[in-house]
């Protein structure tokens, strides 16, 4: 069926509120400092003690790469117990503990520090969290000695098949709100002159090569929740390093791929219903598109309004919402694992409600966990601390 497009541009402030455009958020920023304070300033206490760590330090001897280079497996490979010195084979939706996973883990925890610190100077703007964040950053992305090659080269290789695959791409995932954290310190004059310059250049080299390695063009053209995750990276680096071309091309790809072909009519997203994981992946895929649009709207408000004959975004988050209020009305089958460490406080549910000007997500999206220290939910959990998000 043909696909058409109605883009809806409102001409009022009141329209624009609606959009989420010049929504008032002095309000809803004191709410979440209220809400947040404790949890942030407590942990940001101890991270100002946490040494740096990157992946430099430790190594697999399995990697094709060397020591700068990002390497992980992947998730669902497990040896053959017909062939145990053989190419590994496939368990979908089943982890294999004794992957090497040092690097993920790496990335993950300056995913946790250095949001978690920027954060808590955004409560209190003491300098001691921002300079010890910028610690933590130049050490990935600044220093020659410890930094992280600007690629994923070596990324979810599965032994005695492949060194890397460009599904790697989505361990990455954790750098958005990196990312993020480094533009409120450079917005406030923070990070600058060399170590902002080259922080800027490590994700300028990382987009370009997300973007036209054949990894990155597999990765985008993969379908599902790699795609949206793809085009949130891009969309969050190409912001970061002022790249409004690439900021567009993310745009155009959201409204002419990921939409159409995602989205179904009643709002699920059938490439993740099918999976063995179908409740996770389909809270993963909302969020990824969420934090996609919210990226993205700041300099184009209209993709809110972005729909096909027969699907919206909203439509996304609507089906996925009173699964979310609760469990035990899904409709599919449970996940094979970690369904009941879910939900979290789902980062789709605050920006819907900036979106729309909503209360309701936002209401239970405060009642959701805020934290987890299960593996698979600190995985797929990548959107952490929403004052960096808000605005004053």
Known sequence: MSMQYRLVFYYSCLALTVLGCTAPEKGLRDEL????????????DDYLTADIQTITEVTSPRSAGGPHDFYSEGDYWWPDPENPAGPYIR????????NFVEHRNRMRRLSIIVPTLVAAWTINH?????????????????NEATR??????????????VTGRGIGIIDAIHLVEVAQALMVLEENGLL?????????????????????????????????????CWAMQVAMYARFTANDSLLLSTKEFFEKTLLPEQIDANGSFPKELGRTKPYGYSLF???????LLHILGERYPEVWQYQTDSASIKNAVDFMFPYIENKTSWPHQADV??????????????????????????????????????????RNFFVRQPLLWVKE
């Open 33 to 44: 400092v209220a809400l947040e304070k404790e949890r942030v300033l407590t942990a940001a």
């Open 91 to 98: 368990k979908d939706g089943l982890t294999n503990p004794d």
């Open 126 to 142: 003491e300098d001691k969290y921002a300079l010890k964040a910028i610690e933590h950053s130049n050490a990935w992305f600044v």
């Open 148 to 161: 992280m090659n600007p690629d994923m080269l070596c990324s979810q290789a599965i032994f005695g098949r």
């Open 192 to 228: 600058k002159d060399d170590a902002l310059e080259k922080t800027k250049t490590w994700f300028a080299q990382f987009n370009g090569w997300i973007t036209t390695h054949p990894y990155g063009i597999e990765e985008r053209d993969n379908g599902n929740n790699h795609s949206t």
């Open 285 to 291: 895929n909302l969020d990824a598109m969420y934090t």
């Open 337 to 378: 694992m970690y369904f009941e460490d879910w939900p979290m406080r789902h980062p789709a549910l605050l920006f819907a409600s900036l979106a729309y000007n909503d209360r309701k997500y936002l209401d239970f999206w405060k009642t959701l966990p805020a934290e987890s220290e299960k593996d698979e939910v600190i």
